[in-house]
């Protein structure tokens, strides 16, 4: 079953816009992580946030992670064409259970910007 | 940097062949995971590997094995290849953990396509 869920699954935004993709989960995580893939690629880690923290910033990322809510946020901001790929937010099995050890993958959000 | 490479990046096979997808990394990590992205269904978890001679099941490890024979080196075996495992293989690392789930590093996908 997916743990992680992105939201929206597509998004086309210009150049120099912000763009924000959103992530639910349904379980207790003690970290949340966002990964990037380019088309036909495999995925690269790009911020990774612990459940006591509420914001982190990485570049031009904006994490934030909202632990009552089971929600977390990416926000890139000033948008550029290379930033096109898929993002995904992963979430670890709770230590002591039986998927401990696994990253569990949303399905991802499309992101697409024009020049 | 970690480098994890993968045998081959397209593979075409006849249904009922058997394949091997070989998985090397050269930065010592215990842990290894094979996943498979499918359109629609993001990424899901075959099998994975604490250390050597260890495997674990993921989520979908049905007509897939797994051989981890030395450190470096993580197989995903399909013994008798259908036309539902056409996919997208990914392969991913991780040192061992200390209890926090830290981020995995991908190699860059083996796509398979069974006729």
């Known amino acids: 079953s997916q743990q992680g869920e992105e939201d929206p699954q597509a998004l086309s935004i210009q150049e120099g816009e912000n763009a924000t993709m959103n992530c639910s989960y349904k379980t207790s995580i003690n970290n949340l992580q966002w990964y990037r893939q380019n088309s036909g690629r495999g995925l690269v880690h790009l911020i990774l946030?612990?459940?006591?923290?509420r914001e982190k910033h990485s570049g031009r990322l904006r994490v934030t992670l909202d632990t009552s809510k089971k929600s977390s946020s990416l926000l890139i901001t000033a948008s550029r064409a290379a930033d096109t790929a898929s993002y995904f937010c992963?979430?670890?099995?709770?230590?002591?259970?039986?998927?401990?050890?696994?990253?569990?993958f949303g399905q991802g959000t499309i992101l697409t910007v024009h020049p | 940097d970690v480098k994890v490479t993968q045998s081959s990046r397209y593979l075409v096979k006849r249904t009922g062949e058997k394949v091997f997808l070989e998985c090397v990394q050269d930065m010592d990590h215990e842990n290894m995971f094979w996943y498979r992205q499918d359109p629609g269904l993001g990424l899901r978890l075959i099998y994975f590997?604490?250390?050597?001679?260890?495997?674990e099941k993921g989520d979908i490890p049905e007509g897939y094995s797994v051989s981890r024979e030395k450190k470096e080196r993580f197989s995903l075996i399909l013994e008798s290849t259908s036309t539902n495992q056409t996919s997208m293989y990914l392969c991913?690392?991780?040192?061992?953990?200390?209890?926090?789930?830290?981020?995995?590093?991908f190699g860059s996908g083996t796509q398979l396509s069974v006729l």
């Open positions: 991913a690392t991780r040192p061992r953990v200390s209890g926090a789930n830290e981020k995995l590093f």
């Open positions: 946030i612990r459940s006591n923290e």
């Open positions: 590997s604490y250390d050597v001679k260890m495997k």
């Open positions: 992963a979430t670890p099995g709770v230590a002591g259970g039986t998927s401990y050890g696994k990253l569990t």
